[in-house]
């Protein structure tokens, strides 16, 4: 119970489109501030959005700014993660992430919970 859940992830070609979404039962996702962050194989967790508790704020990695939008639905209890003009170098393992801390964390040590990941592949 309280298990952060990512679901949208699949396959899709270069110049596609995927919408993350991250849910949990039993933990109200407005008391945090929710994350995106993404692994490929053999390289380190990195950070690629964020966005305040009430959704006022959102901060991006660099390589995802124009392309990918954060956003969530506190009534729904959802956050998601919209993914335009997808390249193969998006191709990873996608975790959803929620902190007790304010702001836009973007470091992994920032937050508390974590999804088990959903696997996004981007094919040339």
């Known amino acids: 119970q309280g298990q952060l859940e990512e679901s949208g992830g699949g396959l899709v070609q270069g110049g596609g489109s995927l919408r993350l979404s991250c849910t949990a039962s039993?933990?109200?996702?407005?008391?945090?501030?929710m994350g995106w962050f993404r692994q490929a194989p053999g390289k380190e967790r990195k950070f690629v959005a964020a966005i305040t508790r009430d959704g006022g704020i959102t901060n991006y990695a660099d390589s995802v700014k124009g392309r990918f939008t954060i956003s969530r639905d506190n009534a729904k209890n959802t956050v998601y993660l919209q993914m335009n003009s997808l390249k193969p170098e998006d191709t990873a393992v996608y975790y959803c992430?929620?902190?007790?801390?304010?702001?836009?964390?973007?470091?992994?040590?920032?937050?508390?919970?974590w999804g088990q990941g959903t696997q996004v592949t981007v094919s040339s």
């Open positions: 992430a929620a902190s007790k801390n304010y702001g836009v964390p973007i470091t992994t040590g920032s937050y508390d919970y």
């Open positions: 039993g933990r109200a996702l407005s008391r945090y501030a």
